[in-house]
């Protein structure tokens, strides 16, 4: 008890002097503690101890895990899942690398509408490029000759599809890298007499280092943890996640299926400490006073990069069209009649329109619960005095989703909320289930984006409320939400694309009165129905599009009605 | 360092109550690192009080701590009697302004300055023309934060701490964001609101000139202690300690020599000193062989020609800046070449001609403006 006492009030002054609504602070803060630990610590606990503990004796031992690494598909197994994801990687990164230098460190012409289209992948689930990869190459395929003797059923397959679903995640990071390029290293190199090529070997990839570190290991976890691809167009070939899905799925073999699925945690838990790593060592280069750089005009330079971003835009568009073209054909490539009748899912197996309903509302409340719970625990973890244990719990779990694949983290959320000793057992089944794991599934992103907008108000904001007897949500309705609205919606934006988009998570959660958008392309896919696979794919695209834009106009709306304000510093 | 503090100087509001205010031991530790290290500091009712310290030596913790922003480790706060020390903010009756001024930058002026009230909406926009009156910034209902320079956000920062109309207004290098110019004149304005409204105010500075022109009272601190309290010319004339001597204006620092009787020798030459001269305590516990003896440039006197008297002392010019009006010359005394000192002399002083680096000048060190200091260790 006094052990107990004390970590609760570690670090804490001798003389409290909570007022009334910091107290109010202090019983959320261990709230939102308890929710993330229920909703994110438990269900990984949970998958841990399937996997550790003997399904017969109910004994602790590792005779589960000794024996999915003896079984023997599971070399082979492991075997494929690393050839693809580093093939992923080799891909992925020196594309999206040169990607992103085009875009910051060229004047290349119509780099706003590249980027836009080069992160249109973020809007279509990672099935999709499987089946236009299949309409392009598969057996009846437009382009199946290009292949010669090879099959695009298996790792060629597999590597596209993946690097299709990766590219933009990879995008992302190296944009940010560049774009912070501090004019000043580049005047300096220049001034030194250094060649082109020698700043860029010396300047633009030392200081990109860590994005492509960073965006290599996202990359790779990506590739190692997703089975949609795998599962529409791997053929024959074995990887982990497919293996782990299978498990599950087919064969109610959740021991095995949680030791497999505890091995994905592992590259996702290993890139997580180099990435702490490269971090720690990582020099301050990029300090806050970096100059903007502005390159200079070259038309070769230029010209070049548009060639080679267009020739990748074009790869994207055809994994993203060729599945879009061809939900309105009747019969591809033989018949191609344009035609509806693909998007008549009550006549199909999977799911139907319910499903699509499902996957609506679902992302809603996911945007909605997951915008406001994120905004509310880093509120509180940002401005407000809450006990040490209750912040460290928060902190950790707040950042632990990043590492865990969607596979496991659904894995997870079965173990838990499928025991029946665990008191909310009725959430198994129910639409709220998946929203919750959804969340739980993107949380870390959300709350960077949120932290950091907290952070960049003057952190004596809350103080001076206080001292003016104002409580802290008071505060939080007439002064920090709306200053952080822009980031809000932009949370709200990327949890509702993301629900819409998501399979791993959510494909051992549903239940036939919830199955969702994305498990019906998935299981229309597996029955053969290809064509209505690609409509309910083109749909979630085309809504996800919508919903993007609907959302970015509502936030620039409120941007201009907040410049007066927003307005330039002195 | 244990020092006493000397008595405060007679109030400058008269019939105050001598501690209206009251820090008792204050005490805050962060991890390993004390930050306040046993604070006593009184305020009497209508004082201005400046916390005066290099950075980092704890003024704004004990700013927050009064403030009830941030909890004591030990010790009491006493606010006209109350024991304050366990009061949240909100019921310890102040108003503050923090160094970023944390105006609400979506807010505008208005909604600023009647965050914390709760009246009417009539009365609200009364008092909020009443405080935008006080501050010199009329009109200004309607404009962001933003659309305001570093000055006007000052103000409306005190605005709006005045709002309520505290008893106690706590500033926190209220004046360190401006520029030169805007400072100075805050700085008048600041001192003028403050005697007009008769509001207790302890204001955080670092900057010794600040301190010294708006203070009745200055406190200086250094490495979680108070070192001195006492009125601008105390601190100035008199420092208690080394710290103080050297962190408000300039000081010459001169080895002296002290015989058992207590005889002070500088040079070889005895020095006349009043006993305020000498630290406390010497007398009763012995005399250190050698001591230190502080002296302000100003305090310097450069004479034209010799005249006997106490503490007359002779010297070769050195070296002589312009300082505008004023000139600072590097002495060195003609006994002891190694002993060297400045002197600062203004346009009145009968000395400035004789400024002339290589001549031999008659100086004089007055008795009431000399201190004995403990060598330095
Ligand atoms: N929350 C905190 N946690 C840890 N250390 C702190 C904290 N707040 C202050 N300190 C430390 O306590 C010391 C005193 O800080 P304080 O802010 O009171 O200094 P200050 O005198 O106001 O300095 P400045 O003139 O730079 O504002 C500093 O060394 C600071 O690093
Ligand atoms: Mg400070």
């Known amino acids: 008890m006094k052990a107990l006492r004390f970590w609760l009030e570690a670090g804490e002054a001798a003389v409290p002097l909570w007022s009334p609504d910091q107290r109010v602070a202090r019983g959320l803060g261990w709230l939102a503690a308890i929710g993330l630990t229920l909703f994110i610590a438990l269900p990984l606990l949970a998958i841990l101890l399937q996997a550790v503990i003997d399904s017969e004796s109910g004994q602790l031992s590792l005779a589960p895990v000794q024996a999915v690494l003896a079984s023997p598909g599971f070399l082979d197994s492991l075997l494929g899942s690393l050839t693809v994801s580093l093939a992923t990687v080799a891909l992925v990164l020196p594309t999206a690398l040169v990607f992103a230098f085009a875009l910051t460190r060229s004047r290349m012409p119509g780099r706003g509408l590249f980027k836009l289209l080069a992160l249109s992948p973020l809007l279509a689930p990672s099935l999709m490029p499987g089946i236009s990869l299949v309409y392009l190459f598969g057996n009846q ?70 994005g492509l570190i960073s965006a290599g290991l996202v990359v790779f976890t990506l590739a190692m943890t997703d089975f949609g691809v795998a599962k529409v167009i791997g053929g024959q070939y074995k990887v982990l996640a497919l293996e782990a899905y299978k498990q599950v799925i087919g064969q109610q073999n959740f021991g095995k299926g949680a030791v497999i699925g505890l091995m994905l945690l592992l590259p996702a838990v290993l890139s997580l400490l180099v990435e702490r790593w490269v971090a720690g060592s990582r020099s301050a280069s990029l300090g806050g006073r970096s100059v ?12 070049a990069l548009w060639l080679f971003c267009g020739g990748v835009l074009i790869g994207l568009l055809a994994l993203l069209g060729v599945a879009m073209a061809a939900s309105f054909i009747k019969l591809w490539p033989y018949s191609l009649e344009l035609t509806l009748a693909h998007y008549d899912f009550d006549q199909m197996d999977g799911g139907g329109w319910q499903a699509f309903r499902n996957s609506v509302q679902m992302a809603a409340w996911t945007a909605l619960v997951g915008t406001l719970g994120v905004f509310g625990v880093a509120y509180l973890l940002e401005k407000m005095p809450l006990p040490p244990l209750a912040r460290q719990i928060c902190r950790t779990l707040a950042l632990l989703p990043m590492a865990v694949p969607g596979l496991v983290l659904g894995l997870g959320y079965i173990f838990c909320f499928n025991h029946p000793a665990n008191p909310l057992h009725g959430l198994y089944g129910s639409l709220a289930i998946l929203v919750l794991a959804t969340v739980a599934h993107f949380y870390t992103t959300a709350h960077l984006t949120i932290s950091t907008a907290l952070r960049q108000l003057d952190g004596e904001i809350e103080a001076v409320s206080a001292t003016l007897c104002r409580p802290f949500w008071v505060t939080v309705w007439r002064v920090t939400l709306p200053i952080c609205l822009p980031a809000l919606f932009d949370v709200a934006r990327f949890f509702f694309v993301s629900a819409l988009t998501t399979v791993s998570c959510v494909i051992f959660l549903y239940t036939p009165d919830t199955v969702l958008a994305g498990v019906a392309v998935l299981n229309m896919d597996d029955a053969g129905e290809t064509a209505g696979a690609a409509a309910m794919a083109t749909l979630i695209v085309a809504t996800a599009l919508l919903a993007s834009l609907l959302l970015s106009a509502a936030g620039s709306l409120l941007n201009r009605r907040a410049q007066a304000w927003r307005g330039q510093p002195h | 360092m244990l020092l006493k503090q000397p008595q405060l100087p007679t109030p400058a509001a008269t019939g105050a109550v001598p501690d209206w205010l009251r820090f008792d031991r204050i005490s805050k530790r962060f991890g390993a690192f004390t930050a306040l290290n046993g604070v006593d500091l009184t305020i009497r009712r209508g004082e201005f ?128 964001a401006l520029d030169a110019q805007v400072r100075e004149h805050l700085r008048r304005e600041l001192r003028q609101l403050q005697q007009k409204l008769g509001v207790t105010t302890l204001m955080v500075t670092h900057d010794q000139d600040e301190a010294l022109t708006l203070a009745d009272t200055i406190a200086v601190m250094n490495h979680g202690v108070i070192e001195q309290v006492g009125s601008p010319e105390m601190i100035y004339h008199q420092p208690a300690s080394r710290f103080v001597a050297n962190f408000v204006g300039r000081a010459n620092w001169l080895p002296v020599e002290v015989s058992e009787q207590g005889e002070v020798r500088l040079a070889g030459i005895t020095l006349a000193l009043p006993a305020t001269a000498l630290p406390q305590g010497w007398a009763d516990m012995g005399w250190p062989s050698t001591a230190e003896l502080f002296c302000r440039p100003e305090d310097v006197q450069v004479a034209p020609h010799w005249a006997p008297g106490d503490n007359g002392l002779m010297a070769f010019v050195e070296r002589v800046d312009f300082l505008g009006n004023v000139r600072r010359a590097l002495l060195t005394l003609v006994t002891a070449r190694q002993i060297s000192l400045w002197a600062e002399l203004g346009p009145n002083d009968a000395g400035l001609e004789a400024l002339v680096p290589g001549q031999l000048v008659p100086l004089h060190l007055p008795a009431n403006r000399l201190r004995l200091f403990a060598e330095a260790a």
């Open chain 1, 141 to 210: 395929g437009l382009l199946k000759s290009w292949l010669g003797d090879a099959s695009i059923y298996g790792p060629i397959g597999i590597v596209l599809g993946e690097a299709f679903y990766t590219f933009p995640h990879a995008l992302l990071i190296l944009l940010t890298a560049l774009a912070v390029a501090d004019a000043r290293l580049y005047e300096a190199a220049e001034t030194l007499g250094a060649s082109r090529l020698r700043r860029l070997l010396t300047v633009t990839l030392p200081n990109a280092r860590y």
């Open chain 1, 292 to 303: 903007a750089f502005h390159p200079p005009e070259n038309r070769w330079r230029d010209g």
């Open chain 2, 49 to 176: 009080v400046c916390l005066l310290g290099p950075s980092g030596c704890g003024k704004t913790t004990l700013l927050r701590v009064l403030a009830g922003l941030t909890a004591q480790d030990s010790g009491q706060l006493y606010l006209g009697g109350r024991d304050i020390s366990r009061l949240p903010p909100a019921a310890r009756d102040y108003g503050i302004v923090f160094q970023s001024y944390a105006l609400f930058p979506n807010l505008n002026v208005a909604d600023n300055l009647a965050y914390g009230l709760r009246t009417d909406r009539a009365s609200k926009a009364r008092r909020v023309g009443e405080l935008l009156q006080l501050v010199g910034l009329p009109g200004c209902e309607h404009k962001y934060p933003a659309e305001l320079s570093g000055g006007q956000q000052q103000r409306v920062a005190l605005a709006r701490a005045l709002a309520q109309s505290p008893s106690l207004l706590l500033l926190d290098e209220p004046l360190s």
